[in-house]
C-alpha cells in the first residue's frame, strides 16, 4: 500500500538558518507533490505545489525539490524565523482520482530566536 | 476570493447522541468537497470527498455518513457517536480536476464523553 514518510521526531533550529524537512514516498509513483502548513488547532494552509518533471520550485524564501528516482522531496525554509514555526504536511498525489490527497503525518518545525 | 466555513469550532457530546457537522464555501461554483479527520499527533485521514450535489464517496467505513444537499454545503453526520469519533474533523473545497491545492476550514474540535 502507500506509504509516506515524514520526520515524526520536531526539528528544531535556530532563528536564520535554513530548515530542510523530508518526504518520502513508497509503493506508488506521483505525478504532483504539495506541501502544507499547520499551526496547531487549525486547518492545513497550501503552500507550494511541484510537478514532477520540476526538479525544483521556489516562493519567495520557501524551496521545494522533487526526486522521483529517490522517491523524495525536500522542503527548505530559508532564514527561518520563529513566524515560521508549525508542522508541515506533504501529499503527494497521481493525476487524476478527483484530487483525493493521502497526507504525510506531517514534521514539526521549531524556529528559536 | 473564496472563504471556507466550518462550525462549530468545538462540541462536546455524549456517546450515543447525533452528530451534525456543517461546512460551507463561498466565492466558488462546482467544487470538489473533502471531510477529513486527524487524531491527535497523526496525519490527516480522508473521510468522504463529493464531486457534486448527492454524489458522496467514502473512504473508509466507519459509523459516520455525508451529505452534499446544495454545491456549497457539505455535512457530516452521525446517527449514534462512538467513543472512537472523537478527533478533529476537517472540511475542505478544492476545484475540480486533477493536482488542485485544497482550501480548509479551521475544523471543529470533537470530543466524545
Known amino acids: 500500500s502507500q506509504k509516506i514518510e515524514q520526520n515524526s521526531e520536531a526539528l528544531n533550529i535556530q532563528e536564520g538558518k535554513t530548515a530542510t524537512l523530508t518526504c518520502n514516498y513508497t509503493?506508488?509513483?506521483?505525478?504532483?507533490l504539495q506541501w502544507y502548513r499547520q499551526d496547531p488547532g487549525r486547518g492545513p494552509v497550501f503552500l507550494l505545489l511541484?510537478?514532477?518533471?520540476?526538479k525544483e520550485k521556489r516562493k519567495e524564501r520557501l524551496k521545494v525539490t522533487f526526486d522521483t528516482t529517490l522517491k523524495q522531496s525536500l522542503f527548505h525554509i530559508t532564514a527561518s524565523q520563529p513566524a515560521d514555526s508549525a508542522t508541515y504536511l506533504c501529499?503527494?498525489?497521481?493525476?487524476?482520482?478527483?484530487?483525493?490527497?493521502?497526507f504525510g503525518a506531517g514534521t514539526r518545525l521549531a524556529v528559536h530566536p | 476570493s473564496q472563504t471556507i466555513h466550518q462550525w462549530p469550532a468545538t462540541l462536546v457530546q455524549p456517546v450515543g447522541s447525533p452528530l451534525s457537522l456543517e461546512c460551507t464555501v463561498e466565492?466558488?461554483?462546482?467544487?470538489?468537497l473533502y471531510w477529513y479527520r486527524q487524531a491527535a499527533g497523526r496525519g490527516l485521514q480522508l473521510l468522504f470527498y463529493s464531486v457534486g450535489i448527492g454524489q458522496i464517496s467514502s473512504e473508509v467505513p466507519q459509523n459516520l455518513s455525508a451529505s452534499r444537499p446544495q454545491d456549497r454545503q457539505f455535512i457530516l453526520s452521525s446517527k449514534k457517536l462512538l467513543l472512537s469519533d472523537s478527533g478533529f474533523y476537517l472540511c475542505?473545497?478544492?476545484?475540480?480536476?486533477?493536482?488542485?491545492?485544497?482550501?480548509f476550514g479551521d475544523g471543529t474540535r470533537l470530543s466524545i464523553l
Open positions: 501529499a503527494p498525489h497521481r493525476s487524476g482520482g478527483y484530487n483525493k490527497l493521502i
Open positions: 475542505a473545497w478544492s476545484q475540480r480536476g486533477s493536482n488542485q491545492p485544497q482550501h
Open positions: 509503493n506508488y509513483s506521483p505525478a504532483y
Open positions: 466565492g466558488t461554483s462546482n467544487p470538489n
Open positions: 511541484i510537478r514532477e518533471n520540476e
